[in-house]
């Protein structure tokens, strides 16, 4: 399953949380197999809670996987999916 000498990091910037994250933790619990790390990050105060996030994925799989991963994303409205691929020799 996964490609060590590949390494997939995927950026998914979510607007309207409260609106639209039950749709992307649905995706992401689909694909859960193939996520090695999750990082969520959003401004927090104490008097307020940022309408907008940001998640980093560490995604593990192959390039197929992959895409269908961030196709999925991409499907639920107020999300933008941006990926990076690194290669090791």
Same mark, same amino acid.
């Given at each position: 399953? =996964?490609?060590?000498?590949?390494?997939y990091i995927?950026?998914? /910037?979510?607007?309207?949380?409260?609106? /639209?994250?039950?749709?992307?933790?649905?995706?992401?619990? =689909?694909?859960?197999?193939?996520?090695k790390t999750?990082?969520?990050? /959003?401004?927090?105060?104490?008097?307020?809670?940022?309408?907008?996030?940001?998640?980093?994925?560490?995604?593990?799989?192959?390039?197929?996987?992959?895409? =269908?991963?961030? =196709?999925?994303?991409?499907?639920?409205?107020?999300?933008?999916?941006?990926?990076?691929?690194?290669? /090791?020799?």
């Amino acid at each position: 399953m =996964e490609n060590r000498s590949v390494h997939y990091i995927v950026g998914v /910037h979510i607007t309207n949380r409260v609106t /639209h994250v039950p749709q992307v933790q649905s995706v992401l619990t =689909e694909f859960g197999c193939f996520i090695k790390t999750r990082i969520g990050l /959003h401004e927090l105060s104490d008097e307020t809670c940022s309408p907008n996030g940001l998640l980093i994925v560490e995604f593990i799989g192959n390039e197929q996987k992959l895409t =269908e991963f961030v =196709e999925a994303l991409k499907a639920v409205k107020g999300v933008d999916v941006q990926r990076m691929t690194f290669k /090791h020799d």
